[in-house]
């Protein structure tokens, strides 16, 4: 339904977005997740034919942004950052006036907007004025201005930027109710955002493509990611060796820590991609005589991934986009942590 290749736009002399490549299929909703700057934006509004871009095409149902850009803003819905709305009108008009302007024939304006209107909770607010809505009420006002024509893809620009956390909760839950019959592209600097709406991420970094996954594999992915801490108490070097053993683990190595008796151990184990051996981890603990006293999945996060793949220098020149290799963590990432979780 959306499909963008090799897109690049450069602004005077600064590369804003290189070599860009991602598509979306009919009915999903893909995130589109990069840190300030990544060039999310620009993207967006290549896609809506609002920006030339420098080489490279995007396509819409088909039909090329740059030479079909009149049937491409038939067939897209699109938020911007900051939705243009008419403050001196009431919501209703104002999606009329969006009707007219998408080219809906004049019989189907009124169920099209009355469909925006229950869709995105708005029919109490019709009457109201635009500017006398709270930044909520408009954000879905925007959404509504988006849907209005029943567009077949629907792009999103950091649709929950400056929404209280009741808010934030709706319009998510009208993005994803719009999944499925619509094709959704959202950009967005706000990891949870993308595990709690997304079938697919597309992360950007610096105006590149760093990695195009689901939400569960890119964290699968990651390496030393999924596995276990175990708090055992008897002998930690047998049971060890006898969880190397057990199939499915790649590692098991003991913790340092001072919180725990003398006789106990934590034990990292990380296990193969997909594999969960916590049964027969169990299992063999039990028939050693070993004592379990904790239990715990670990897995690496979204956001871990977000941040290896956006702070972190590339080992490789040119590492692939799914098989980008990265060196360790940094302090940064800690920093970092905090600006990107809300
Ligand atoms: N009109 C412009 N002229 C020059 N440079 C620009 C222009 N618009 C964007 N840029 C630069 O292009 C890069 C990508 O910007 P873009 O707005 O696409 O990023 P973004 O991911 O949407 O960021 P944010 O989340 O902060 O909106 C940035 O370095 C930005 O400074």
New binding site residues.
Partial sequence: MISVEHLSKI??S?P?IQDVTFSVEPGEIVGFL?P???????TMRILTGYLPATSGSAKIAGYDVHENSLAVRQRIGYLP?TPPLYPEMTVEAFLYFVTRLKGVPAGDRPSKVDAALKRCNLLEKRRVLIRKLSKGFRQRVGIAQAIVHDPPAIILD?PTVGLDPRQIIDVRNLIKSLAGTHTIIL?T?ILPEVSMTCNRVTIINQ?KVVATNTPDNLEASLAGGSGYELEIEGNSTAAQQQIQRVSGVRVVEPIATTEIPANRAVLRVVSEPGIEPGKEIIATLVSMGIGVCEMRRTRASLEDVFLRLTTQEKLEDGANAQSAHFVNATATEEKQKEEVTP
């Fill in positions: 602004y005077g600064t804003a990069g300030n700057g990544a060039g999310k934006t620009t950052e950091e950009s600097h105006g």
